[in-house]
């Protein structure tokens, strides 16, 4: 499921201070990077979930640049293996977004970029709530099976144009981004893929996923810049 790797990319291990943490990334910049995508892993996924690492390829192809991040550090990686709280902490989760966030307007190669998120369950909450609290630099937000429903405090302040794709016998998972969509103000849209479970392991789903987000960050973030 690797996707292929355009030697003009350059990819580096990076370290972003978030208050007493310090995460660990991978950020990919493709030669003329057009946006950057900053991914939000959940329910106990990180850097290197292969399915995160499959879509980013997909989005380096078209020129995005992006930063797969471990939103929880190796210590609290531990506790949440055993607790599996640490990862519905949405409220943490969201300020270590907002922590990367500021990060990349700063990062000599990312702060001329519009930025865009891709969260994945739990991390789409996180998403939501970086993104009502950086309107003016988040510029759309992509959900994989995620819980948006989680950060339903902040979804009337979100201003970015917001996708969210969903399995279609992820039946639950529907039902909470159906309730999430409604209370959502910005540009919006709900996918389902037929099929699809929760992770998106039916042949071909995953392509789906990848190809709507690539879409989606191209048209809200590209061509907005362009305009």
Known sequence: MAAPVDRS????PVRIRAGAAML?????????ARGVVLFAHGSGSGRHSP???YVAG???EARLATLLLDLLTPAEEAIDLRTAHLRFDIRLLGERLIAATDWLTEYPETRQLR????GASTGAAAALVAAAER???VGAVVSRGGRPDLARPALARVRAPTLLIVGG??????ELNRQALAELRSEKQLVIIPGATHLFEEPGALEQVARLARE?????LVQAQAA
């Open 9 to 12: 990319e350059d990819e580096r």
């Open 24 to 32: 660990e990334g991978d950020l990919r910049l493709p030669r003329g």
């Open 51 to 53: 399915r995160n690492r």
């Open 58 to 60: 997909l989005l380096n």
């Open 115 to 118: 930025i865009g998120y891709f």
């Open 135 to 137: 309107p003016g630099v």
């Open 169 to 174: 016998q992820d039946q639950l998972v529907i």
């Open 216 to 220: 989606w960050f191209e048209r809200y």
